[in-house]
């Protein structure tokens, strides 16, 4: 896909550039050793401080890796290296120990509940962990350990959701850079061990990673749209949709992707597929409990349920609802209309491209989470990541497509159809 202006092309050669010099990889690494450090000096929570622990010295040897090995392989065995210290070590320890935010265990118990009860939700909850805050297909990460079960090493280690949710996350990026990528020279291998073993995921996927899903069908929905493939990009959004409810921007986005990249079928023919499958998956659970369906998955993350949500990093929203009912009324107030002026926006300035899809939707969730009540800073990792992965691996930094790109695009797409 090559870029559609000079501009572009100067974007894209310093970027290069400056990914080859070994001075920002050393400093990469030394920020994120840093970062690393700190959770064992400022976290409250045990998972965190023991991941800290063990990532920021693997961190900090991947820096001297980084300046003492031949340059071809310098890249490759830091990056290596950040992955064992920052991600598979602190896992696989967390894992066998069974320990884990407590976001994990509410999604295996809500499969639990589904197999047992119909149903993945609570009929009474009391405490902030009886509360499910996501959408019914969220359930399906849950199922292994529901059918493995927690005896012996093996089955908590592959029962584990964390798991399954990492897996997800590698698989869905995997095949947007496929479908993204220029030519077939450029392997989404180390991109991605670079990205998976950053803080940005490390962290996430250690402790928790119950968003990593969510951002890899959002960034595979944007490339299905991006190669014109409507069912798919459809049956993508559909999921999107029933892990959480924050993917519904991701919906209007990818559409008017399609509309404006292939016209309306197949623009209409993605929004009703995902609609369809999407109401058949909420609607049986939405219409049979609806107040207690609403009061977890829309009030408690929202902070209006009688249990306080436990999201509360001190984003801007946050620090206005803690002021009282006002300042909670003005967030709210704030996040809708932060979202309708990236509506307009849309409309008006509909996205030619995935990176330019990607950006889109990254602008208007950043502004959501900002905005919101309650949030977590973990909760920007899915415009992070939509900011950058479509760039990556479509090489092109401005998001614009030249009408060569857009015809030879449009005329591989009409090919494999």
Request: with cysteine; proline share 7%.
């Amino acid at each position: 896909m090559p870029l559609g202006s000079g501009r572009g092309q100067q974007l894209a050669a310093l970027g290069m550039r400056l990914g080859g010099m070994r001075s920002v990889h050393l400093f990469g690494c030394l920020v994120a050793a840093g970062w690393a450090a700190a959770f064992p000096i400022v976290s409250d929570l045990a998972n965190q401080r023991l991941w800290g622990t063990v990532a920021s010295p693997a961190y900090l040897l991947a820096g001297l890796a980084v300046v003492t090995l031949p340059r071809p392989w310098a890249g490759r065995v830091a990056a290596v290296i950040a992955l064992l210290g920052a991600v598979l070590l602190p896992l696989g320890v967390l894992a066998a120990q069974g320990h884990h935010q407590s976001e994990v265990m509410v999604v295996e118990r809500s499969a639990q509940l589904l197999l047992h009860t119909g149903t993945p939700y609570l009929p009474h909850p009391a405490k902030v962990t009886d509360f499910n805050p996501y959408l019914p297909a969220m359930a399906l990460f849950g199922l292994p350990r529901a059918v493995l079960g927690t005896d012996g090493l093996l089955c908590r280690v592959f029962g584990d959701a964390r798991i399954w949710f990492a897996l997800s996350f590698l698989g869905c990026l995997t095949i947007s850079w496929r479908l993204l990528r220029p030519t077939r020279q450029y392997s989404a291998l180390l991109p991605l061990g670079v990205l998976t073993g950053s803080p940005l995921i490390a962290l996430t996927l250690a402790v928790g990673g119950v968003d990593l899903p969510l951002i890899g069908v959002c960034c595979l929905a944007m490339a299905l749209a991006a190669r014109g493939r409507a069912i798919a990009a459809g049956l993508v959004l559909a999921l999107a949709c029933t892990l959480k409810w924050t993917a519904w921007p991701a919906l209007p986005v990818a559409v008017l992707l399609l509309w404006r990249l292939y016209g309306r079928r197949p623009a209409g023919r993605a929004a009703l597929t995902a609609v369809l499958v999407g109401a058949v998956v909420i609607l049986p659970f939405a219409l049979t409990r609806t107040q207690n369906f609403l009061n977890q998955v829309i009030r408690f993350p929202l902070g209006l349920a009688a249990v306080r949500t436990p999201a509360g990093s001190p984003l801007p929203g946050k620090v206005l609802a803690d002021l009282g009912p006002v300042g909670h009324t003005v967030s709210i107030v704030l996040m809708v209309l932060g979202g309708v002026g990236v509506a307009g926006w849309l409309l008006l300035r509909p996205p030619t491209s995935a990176v330019a899809a990607a950006d889109l939707l990254a602008g208007g969730l950043t502004i959501a989470f900002m905005l919101a009540p309650a949030g977590r800073f973990g909760y920007l990792a899915l415009p992070a990541v939509l900011a950058i992965w479509p760039r990556l691996a479509a090489r092109s930094w401005t998001g614009r497509l030249s009408e060569t790109a857009r015809t030879v695009e449009t005329e591989g797409v009409a090919a494999v159809h």
